[in-house]
């Protein structure tokens, strides 16, 4: 039998392109995503369109109602996203309390129920927004964690936690995105929910930056107008 992973498929372009990695390994996917009470959904239908485009025949979608007590600019109605660049050493108004933290317990779960060696994860702590629950101190702690904590982990066997783009450059996702087919057009990165991507917020200079430093200006659905 094929060996099996479960990997959290937000609906962007790191959680796809880690999800055609583990398939390109071997590995037979479970996709898990979540309604945590953010501003939009349009990242959970991305998340639908990329696990049809890559074959996932499972695909859970979880509520986990973290706006409840609020604390982020992605899931407060109170709060604003901001427009204006990331600034060095400020963990942005983005930055959600314990969600990856969450996810990943719940991921547990699932990979212990379904019979599964791993968990794939589509964190980074290159070009990113600085968040705490996306290095690579923290998801070794977790993995400790993991293996005291279930009884898949004192038998021995913990699914293990896989990033693969935990130290690559945006740039660097892109183009292992475009080697592996991931449909880039189909991924949803930008926090705000309208029609197109906004070009302004964090995720969203982020990818636009490394589109078009690969050449792929066509997927930048804003023009850059920011420095």
């Not at 990856?100 to 317990?105: D, E, G, H, L, S």
């Not at 589509?122 to 998801?139: F, H, K, M």
């Amino acid at each position: 039998m094929m060996k099996k992973a479960v990997v959290l498929l937000s609906g962007g372009l790191d959680s796809a392109t880690t999800a055609a990695i583990a398939i390109e390994q071997g590995y037979q996917l479970i996709a898990l995503s979540f309604r945590y009470g953010q501003k939009h959904h349009k990242e959970i239908e991305s998340a639908k369109k990329i696990a049809i485009a890559l074959n996932i025949q499972k695909h859970f979608i979880i509520d986990v109602n973290l706006s409840q007590w609020g604390g982020s600019s992605l899931t407060d109605d109170s709060m604003t996203i901001p427009q204006a660049g990331l600034q060095a050493d400020v963990i942005p108004s983005t930055y959600v309390p314990g969600r990856n933290t969450v996810f990943i317990a719940i991921a547990l779960s699932l990979a212990e129920a379904q019979n599964a060696q791993a968990i794939y994860l589509g964190i980074n702590a290159v070009d990113y927004s600085g968040y705490p629950d996306c290095r690579p101190e923290y998801l070794q702690s977790y993995q400790h964690l993991a293996n005291l904590s279930s009884k898949a982990g004192i038998e021995g066997h913990a699914p293990q936690l896989v990033a693969p783009l935990v130290e690559d450059s945006k740039t660097d996702i892109v183009r292992r995105a475009l080697n592996l087919n991931v449909p880039i057009a189909d991924t949803w990165s930008c926090y705000q929910g309208g029609d197109t991507p906004c070009g302004l917020c964090d995720s969203c200079r982020i990818r636009d930056r490394a589109l078009i430093e690969v050449g792929r200006s066509d997927l930048v659905t804003q023009a850059l107008n920011y420095d």
